[in-house]
């Protein structure tokens, strides 16, 4: 199984900007789609990502982080990263990494422990 690990969520104001990792343990990544997904505060965690990067580096975005957030990968490296630009109050929320073999990226492995992103003034 691929185990991702979450990091680099932080509290910021709106307009402010982080960039999240996810590293990933176990057979190498390079035929999986990755996604970052959102759970919001008292919501459950959404079924689609916010952003996606396939095996082959095609990228897909939901129209509310489209233009901001940008994904990358290294699939040597096991690692995936998503810089968020222009960061928004609804932004806020807890962020998981989740791979899949799927595409468009339904998620089969485990989840990790997310990472957390403030956005507020």
């Known amino acids: 199984q691929v185990q991702p690990v979450e990091s680099g969520g932080g509290s910021v104001q709106p307009g402010g900007s982080l960039r999240l990792s996810c590293v990933g343990s176990?057979?190498?990544?390079?035929?999986?789609?990755i996604g970052w997904f959102r759970q919001a505060p008292g919501r459950e965690r959404e079924d689609v990502a916010v952003?996606?990067?396939?095996?082959?580096?095609?990228?897909e975005y939901t129209d509310s982080v489209k233009g901001r957030f940008t994904a990358t990968r290294d699939g040597i490296k096991n690692t995936a990263w998503l810089q968020m630009n222009n960061l928004k109050p609804e932004d806020t929320g807890v962020y998981y990494c989740?791979?899949?073999?799927?595409?468009?990226?339904?998620?089969?492995?485990?989840w990790g422990q997310g990472t957390q992103v403030i956005v507020s003034s």
């Open positions: 989740g791979l899949g073999t799927d595409w468009p990226l339904r998620p089969d492995g485990p």
């Open positions: 952003a996606a990067i396939s095996e082959y580096g095609i990228t």
């Open positions: 176990g057979r190498t990544w390079t035929t999986y789609n």
